[in-house]
């Protein structure tokens, strides 16, 4: 069964940091594009980062831009969201999908419904 669990989420302070990880089970995310998105109380969901199959193509949505930094270990199934200097507004559940692509893809999307695979999500809040 096809299944991507995320982790890494807690409680952080203004300026922080913390490291989400996005682990795929039941399949190899060689084959998939990644995207990260988060959804906010009361806001609709929104993309955060994606990343290619091939990690070659990576893309940040404006108020992550040099904050946030995506990378993928496709040895370990694994796909990363590094977060810096984290701000009350990233507050959200955050939330990894994956999307089918040719072995070697540029492609990635921050468009929710461009991806086939979710996972339950992980909290992220940032308070002082």
């Known amino acids: 069964q096809l299944q991507l669990v995320e982790s890494g989420g807690g409680l952080v302070q203004p300026g922080g940091s913390l490291r989400l990880s996005c682990a795929a089970s039941g399949f190899t995310l060689d084959y998939y594009a990644i995207g990260w998105f988060r959804q906010a109380p009361g806001k609709e969901r929104e993309g955060v980062s994606c990343?290619?199959?091939?990690?070659?193509?990576?893309d940040y949505a404006d108020s992550v831009k040099g904050r946030f930094t995506i990378s993928r270990d496709n040895a370990k199934n694994t796909v990363y969201l590094q977060m810096n200097s984290l701000k009350p507004g990233d507050t959200a559940v955050y939330y990894c999908?994956?999307?089918?692509?040719?072995?070697?893809?540029?492609?990635?999307?921050?468009?929710?419904?461009?991806?086939?695979?979710w996972g339950q999500g992980t909290q992220v809040t940032v308070s002082s």
């Open positions: 999908a994956a999307d089918p692509r040719p072995v070697g893809s540029s492609w990635c999307s921050a468009q929710l419904n461009d991806y086939d695979y």
């Open positions: 990343i290619s199959n091939s990690g070659s193509s990576t």
